[in-house]
């Protein structure tokens, strides 16, 4: 795939959090496009060409449009946070301040280890997926870095003791 479709990432096209138009419905060349993409993002262009039966042009194109519309958002590698040296992951549910969402999430996207974050409904505000060298460094960003923020009124901690990446559809 060309760099500058690659260089969409936490910078590019859309963000999440943009006011954009509304969504434009995907047609099965589109959907066929995103699947192939999510299992490999390094796939050539003339490789989703051929998989998907049109040209390359209408290849390039389609995937173009996708990126400026915000529908791919960047391409990324998926990590084995264990052989990364990640060894401790966790699911934090934190209750916060109503009203207080913005700052908090620019708070918690500053955390090193933070790995996906979400306003949620329920018993709890926000869902919090971090990854950390151990337990005691897990157990740090939770006490000191995490409660410490004046908008969290609580936190609760689920350890994460296996996870299995979801491949696309075939």
Do not use: C
Not at 75 to 94: K, M, W
């Amino acid at each position: 795939m060309p760099d500058e479709q690659m260089a969409n990432g936490p910078g590019g096209a859309a963000q999440s959090g943009d006011l954009r138009a509304s969504a434009r419905p995907l047609d099965s060349i589109d959907r066929d496009i995103l699947r192939l993409l999510r299992s490999d993002g390094r796939a050539s262009i003339r490789s989703v060409a051929e998989r998907v039966h049109v040209s390359r042009a209408n290849a390039y194109a389609r995937i173009n449009r996708l990126i400026d519309d915000g529908v791919i958002r960047g391409f990324s590698a998926r990590v084995d946070q264990e052989r990364a040296g990640q060894g401790a992951s966790a699911y934090i549910t934190l209750k916060i301040v109503q009203d207080s969402w913005r700052s908090v999430r620019e708070k918690l996207q500053q955390l090193p280890g933070a790995a996906h974050m979400a306003l949620v409904s329920g018993d709890f505000d926000v869902l919090l997926l971090v990854h950390t060298s151990d337990n005691r460094a897990l157990r740090d960003l939770v006490l000191t870095r995490i409660q410490s923020i004046p908008e969290v009124l609580s936190t609760r901690t689920l350890l994460v003791f296996e996870e299995t990446d979801l491949e696309p559809e075939a």
